[in-house]
């Protein structure tokens, strides 16, 4: 069990940056592997970048790769998404997700993850 909760969004103008943080409460954050997602209104869920629980490993969807970095501290227990050059398209909610279980779903699906936070708005404006 573990509860997260994402901040860092807002408005920010076209090719700029952007850092997202998301907290996580509980002891056992190392045993979670963590991922970000995003929703734009109206679209499906989109993955977005996923780090293994040591945070050495790291997966990123096309449309981010280059631009965005996941990386966490698992000392304060935080995860965050470091998001450079921004686009309008980038414009949505983003989600922080907790993968607890490893189950036998593919790892860039929101089935794969327990633990959700409620999002942070991303506005990218050109």
């Known amino acids: 069990q573990v509860q997260l909760v994402e901040s860092g969004g807002g408005l920010v103008q076209a090719g700029l940056s952007l850092r997202l943080s998301c907290a996580a409460s509980?002891?056992?954050?190392?045993?979670?592997?963590m991922g970000w997602f995003r929703q734009a209104p109206g679209k499906e869920r989109e993955f977005v970048a996923r780090?293994?629980?040591?945070?050495?490993?790291?997966y990123y969807a096309d449309s981010v790769k280059g631009r965005f970095t996941i990386f966490r501290d698992n000392a304060k227990n935080t995860v965050y998404l470091q998001m450079n050059s921004l686009k309008p398209e980038d414009t949505a909610v983003y989600y922080c997700?907790?993968?607890?279980?490893?189950?036998?779903?593919?790892?860039?699906?929101?089935?794969?993850?327990?633990?959700w936070g409620q999002g942070t708005q991303v506005t990218v404006s050109s």
């Open positions: 997700a907790a993968d607890e279980n490893y189950n036998g779903s593919y790892y860039y699906t929101g089935a794969r993850y327990e633990y």
């Open positions: 509980g002891r056992t954050f190392s045993r979670y592997a």
């Open positions: 780090i293994s629980r040591s945070g050495g490993t790291m």
